[in-house]
T-cell receptor, first 111, second 115 residues
Framework: GENVEQHPSTLSVQEGDSAVIKCTYSDSASNYFPWYKQELGKRPQLIID?????GEKKDQRIAVTLNKTAKHFSLHITETQPEDSAVYFC??????????FGTGTRLTVIP | NAGVTQTPKFRVLKTGQSMTLLCAQDMNHEYMYWYRQDPGMGLRLIHYSVGEGTTAKGEVPDGYNVSRLKKQNFLLGLESAAPSQTSVYFC??????????????FGNGTRLTVT
């Protein structure tokens, strides 16, 4: 099955700075790459996703980039705010209808 | 529209006991999934279903069974609980599956402790 690696495992940034989280995947058949945000004690919630026919997608302060050749994709958060503090998970589908998740990045935004 | 509902929210079992976790969705989604979440390991797929009456194994299926007798419900069973099954369990559903760019919608989770 698909193997998704995520880095870093923890990330601290000052409020207003940018945060970048990177993921790599192993299966070239993957064609769907969502990002989920999970606040403490809550469910994972989709924040942005990208399909393999698109190289970049933006939604206000968040963006995702995809490099199919290198098999990696990244989440970019600009102008970070304290409410961005959470655990972020990347995922890839391995060409199937399931999702394989990375191990998560705990982002802390320091006011 | 409640989305994905899981019951119970918390449960404590003794080794060897059995239990069933219930997941219900009211979005008419075809696909349903059971994941477990452990510290430092992300979300791992246990079993999934691509439609009513179907089930399939995921990454970590051993020790679990599932059933999808109705489209809106997906049950996860533990026949003989073990301490290694202590985890937070999340159910999710998807309209047409990840291959078609359909995101997963998660329930609130069930925290299970096996002593």
């Amino acid at each position: 099955g698909e193997n998704v690696e995520q880095h870093p495992s923890t990330l601290s940034v000052q409020e207003g700075d940018s945060a970048v989280i990177k993921c790599t995947y192993s299966d070239s058949a993957s064609n769907y790459f969502p990002w989920y945000k999970q606040e403490l004690g809550k469910r994972p919630q989709l924040i942005i996703d990208i399909r393999s026919n698109v190289g970049e997608k933006k939604d206000q302060r968040i963006a995702v980039t995809l490099n199919k050749t290198a098999k990696h994709f990244s989440l970019h958060i600009t102008e970070t705010q304290p409410e961005d503090s959470a655990v972020y998970f990347c995922a890839a589908n391995g060409g199937a209808n399931n999702l394989f998740f990375g191990t998560g990045t705990r982002l802390t935004v320091i006011p | 529209n409640a989305g994905v509902t899981q019951t119970p929210k918390f449960r404590v079992l003794k080794t060897g006991q059995s239990m069933t976790l219930l997941c219900a969705q009211d979005m008419n989604h075809e696909y349903m999934y059971w994941y477990r979440q452990d510290p430092g390991m992300g979300l791992r797929l246990i079993h999934y279903s691509v439609g009513e009456g179907t089930t399939a194994k995921g990454e970590v299926p051993d020790g679990y069974n599932v059933s999808r007798l109705k489209k809106q419900n997906f049950l996860l069973g533990l026949e003989s609980a073990a301490p290694s099954q202590t985890s937070v369990y999340f159910c999710a559903s998807s309209l047409t599956g990840a291959q078609h760019g359909s995101p997963l919608h998660f329930g609130n989770g069930t925290r299970l402790t096996v002593t």
